[in-house]
DNA sequence: CGTATAAGTAACTAAACAGTGACATAAAGA
DNA sequence: TCTTTATGTCACTGTTTAGTTACTTATACG
């Protein structure tokens, strides 16, 4: 008995078939998003034959959604670990716009993930049954963050939460999804370094001058 | 001689058949991206013979090329109406900030193209002449409007012109862009009209409070 | 009035596409 | 060892697709 936890051998391992499917597919969906996806240049990137990848996730759609629940579970597992709750008020909400920053950054296949289920009308992630559960308990860490820091006197009272982490997410999404044709316009490369750190800052700025009760000197 | 002014018969127009070819692909890319769009699609909707579309546009790709420049070149018109130039520092601010609501909730198909267009990296806008050129007077009235309202005593100094206009984009058009995948993570549905408000009310506040020099009483 | 040409049609093609039916083989337990 | 079942392969299909070839008809102008 090879148990679960030996490494397995490299044939027959249905596993490690599923997984390399899911990568490949998420690598071309976020490519071309889900109509220019093709199914035959995800099984040959993923090296298995066609067939198995409809034996492992009934059709294109599923797969799409498959792929869908685990860019969020991806993100939100990266959330999980900054452990915000642990953090002094300003420090934890820093941490968050950092962060969400960063992974945006370090993640553009995620950006290109939602935008497309976006076109979609978020068809698929309703039929989601994961979805909601995963995000709650991170709403309701936002809120509490918000009511220590009014408790401890830095933040403003009746800041919503909600529409709080939607502005975070929004300053950086927008920007950096939306780069290409931002920078023919702006006839610069925003996606450079120096634009990069430009764009930070700004949002830094912006969510601080929003969220403290007290200006900032100067 | 039937002038350009007048009412032309019904048959063997081509400008209006370009028109109609134009608007019924723009609806078509709107709703199914680049890749997602059937030509067939757009054909039948513009009540043409396919061949025409290739005739006046060439391929598919410019055809998408033509219907994002259109629609670039309606919002940059309609902000020109507002004449910003005219108004007060304050009031210039406020006006734009609405505005940008208000055109990207009456014209959700603008997001879904730039959208789209982003998801391919901006190919077809690079080898767009005209964009450029639209946006640059656009760019320097918000310069002019934050300069005064810092002569003026009311904005702050030292506020860039580009991130702000950007932030302002970022924070309606990521909402609205992704209300469908947001409205399943939140239970709630955010394309609704009160929930429109809010969001409003929430965009509102935070660019204000990024660039008024005095905070607001309270 | 006749003809050049702009505007439009019909029918087709070659390739690409998502999905499947029938078959083969490795692994694991009886 | 034998049998079952999970894992995998091969070759195919019916449809859809962007783009084209060959043709027709309305209209403007000499």
Redesign the pocket.
């Known amino acids: ?2 148990a679960t936890s030996a490494k ?2 490299p ?8 997984e390399r499917i899911l990568k490949a597919a998420k690598l071309e969906f976020a490519k071309k998003g889900l109509g ?6 995800i099984a040959e990137r993923a ?10 996730f ?4 599923d ?1 799409f959604l498959a792929v869908l629940e685990e860019a969020y579970a991806d993100i939100r597992r990266a959330e999980t670990r900054l452990e915000l709750e642990h953090l002094e008020p300003i420090e934890a909400l820093a941490t968050l716009v950092r962060f969400t920053w960063s992974y945006y950054l370090k993640h553009p296949e995620f950006l290109r993930l939602v935008n497309s289920e976006n076109l979609h009308r978020a068809r698929h992630l309703k039929r989601s049954a994961r979805i909601k559960d995963m995000h709650s308990p991170f709403i309701r860490l936002i809120g509490d963050l918000l009511e220590r820091g009014v408790e401890a006197g830095v933040f403003r009272s009746g800041i919503d939460p909600n529409q709080l982490y939607i502005s975070i997410a929004a300053l950086g999404y927008y920007y950096l999804t939306n780069r290409h044709t931002l920078s023919v316009i702006y006839g610069r490369n925003l996606g450079a370094a120096p634009a990069l750190d430009e764009r930070f800052a700004a949002i830094e700025d912006m969510v601080f001058r929003t969220v403290l009760k007290v200006p900032e000197k100067g």
């Open positions: 008995m090879p397995r051998k044939t027959r391992d249905a596993a490690a078939t599923r220019g996806a093709r199914v035959d240049e090296m298995i034959n066609k067939r198995m990848l409809y034996v492992y009934g059709n294109k759609e797969l």
